[in-house]
Nanobody, 125 residues
Framework: QVYLVESGGGSVQAGGSLILSCTPL????????MAWFPHPPGQVREGVASLHTTGSMRYADSVKGRFTISEDMTENTLILQMNVLKPEDTAMYYC???????????????????WGQGTQVTVSS
């Protein structure tokens, strides 16, 4: 079992920035394919950024150029840098981990085994 702890959510105005963090307790973040999944109320949960163990990344078209996924190896933490936030980015953001082996970065929720509790991001217009 891998417990994922997210932090960094909050409320910002459109155009602002937030940084989300996710730490796998007692596990090494680089050992897993990791991803972020926003889940807006009443909508499906779709991945927006994934980071494979090889370092390859995948982004949803909706966030390309605005969001950046990375790992802070010294802190053993997954990071999602979110810039130029839009009201439609408002959602509960979940961190997810997929154990090795993994064929590559994936944005499908069905590919992930472990999930955090989520952190709320609210963007006002």
């Amino acid at each position: 079992q891998v417990y994922l702890v997210e932090s960094g959510g909050g409320s910002v105005q459109a155009g602002g920035s937030l940084i989300l963090s996710c730490t796998p307790l007692h596990h090494t973040v680089s050992s897993y394919t990791m991803a972020w999944f926003p889940h807006p109320p009443g909508q499906v949960r779709e991945g927006v950024a994934s980071l494979h163990t090889t370092g390859s990344m995948r982004y949803a078209d909706s966030v390309k150029g605005r969001f950046t996924i990375s790992e802070d190896m010294t802190e053993n933490t997954l990071i999602l840098q979110m810039n130029v936030l839009k009201p439609e980015d408002t959602a509960m953001y979940y961190c997810a981990a997929r154990p090795w082996p993994s064929p590559g970065p994936t944005l499908s929720e069905y590919d992930y085994t472990y999930w955090g509790q989520g952190t709320q991001v609210t963007v006002s217009s």
